[in-house]
């Protein structure tokens, strides 16, 4: 029988927010590169944008603060918003309005950034994630939360 992990608990103020692209940021909250998952708090900036990507697993969000939208798609999602995307859902995340925004993700596998035609340009995987937290920590001097490696 498979040990039960351990519970874990993270205050986020403790976990600096780490650059993923110009005016976009995420705090890891637990990163399981052996699953292929993580969830995270990402940050954007006013007029701010995810590039346009495709997940391989499904995702769940809840906006904790301002509102974003993704181009494909007739809806916002706004403070308090719940939202689940199923496994190969493709979009592009964008923040209007004057206000930064900030949503909780948990996703179930990996995300591939593609281009107009579809075709994949990168990949950002749990494994990814561990490895800009970690080079961003010690860049910065910050000691990792190490606890967050399920």
Same mark, same amino acid.
């Given at each position: 029988? %498979?040990?039960?992990?351990?519970? =874990?608990?993270?205050? &986020?103020?403790?976990?600096?927010?780490? %650059?993923?692209?110009?005016?976009?940021?995420?705090?890891? @909250?637990?990163?399981? %590169?052996?699953?292929?998952?993580?969830?995270?708090?990402?940050? +954007?900036? &006013?007029?701010?944008?995810?590039?346009?990507?495709?997940? +391989?697993?499904?995702?769940?969000?809840?906006?904790?603060?301002?509102?974003?939208?993704?181009?494909?798609?007739?809806?916002?999602?706004?403070?308090?918003?719940?939202?689940?995307?199923?496994?190969?859902?493709?979009?592009?995340?964008?923040?209007?309005?004057?206000?930064?925004?900030?949503? @909780?993700?948990?996703?179930?596998? &990996?995300?591939?950034?593609?281009?107009?035609?579809?075709?994949? +340009?990168?990949?950002?995987?749990?494994?990814?994630?561990?490895?800009?937290?970690?080079?961003?920590?010690?860049?910065?001097? +910050?000691?990792?939360?190490?606890? =967050?490696?399920?």
């Amino acid at each position: 029988m %498979p040990a039960i992990p351990a519970d =874990i608990h993270v205050d &986020p103020e403790t976990i600096p927010w780490v %650059p993923q692209a110009e005016g976009v940021w995420f705090k890891p @909250l637990r990163i399981a %590169p052996g699953a292929g998952t993580w969830t995270n708090l990402l940050r +954007v900036s &006013p007029a701010g944008m995810v590039n346009r990507h495709r997940h +391989v697993g499904d995702v769940e969000a809840w906006v904790l603060r301002g509102s974003w939208r993704y181009v494909e798609h007739g809806w916002v999602a706004r403070a308090g918003s719940y939202v689940y995307e199923p496994a190969g859902d493709v979009h592009t995340l964008v923040v209007e309005g004057g206000e930064e925004m900030v949503t @909780l993700f948990r996703l179930g596998g &990996p995300m591939e950034y593609v281009d107009d035609a579809g075709t994949t +340009v990168a990949v950002e995987t749990a494994a990814t994630k561990r490895d800009r937290y970690l080079d961003y920590c010690a860049a910065h001097g +910050v000691e990792p939360r190490r606890e =967050i490696f399920a």
